[in-house]
């Protein structure tokens, strides 16, 4: 069974920083792209940035220059630092994975509970 847990959420400023985890576990052969989304009330899931096994990046346009994720390959673990942070930022933020439990396995996409980041004064 594979799990995606995520960390680091909470309550942050205008203008802070805020660093998620995602951890994926389990009998995972091999992961291929990893990504965060969000969602904020009222608003349809949204891609914020997604990163290849090699490391390469995309980002929406509206965190580009304030958001870098990365992964830990060795550890199955993906990251989203957050700067800059403002109000419009504040949503339920949603980590994927995309991987295979086998050789001949296909790739399938995980996702994990999400963790809530709130942006406010």
């Known amino acids: 069974q594979v799990q995606l847990v995520e960390s680091g959420g909470g309550l942050e400023q205008p203008g802070g920083s805020l660093r998620l985890s995602c951890a994926a576990s389990g009998s995972i052969f091999s992961i291929n792209g990893m990504g965060w989304y969000r969602q904020a009330p009222g608003k349809e899931r949204e891609l914020v940035a997604t990163i290849t096994s090699g490391g390469s990046t995309k980002y929406a346009d509206s965190v580009k220059g304030r958001f870098t994720i990365s992964r830990d390959n060795a550890k199955n673990t993906v990251y989203l630092q957050m700067n800059s942070l403002k109000p419009e930022d504040t949503a339920v933020y949603y980590c994927?994975?995309?991987?295979?439990?086998?050789?001949?396995?296909?790739?399938?996409?995980?996702w994990g509970q999400g963790t809530q980041v709130t942006v406010s004064s």
């Open positions: 994927n994975a995309d991987l295979r439990l086998g050789l001949l396995a296909v790739s399938t996409r995980y």
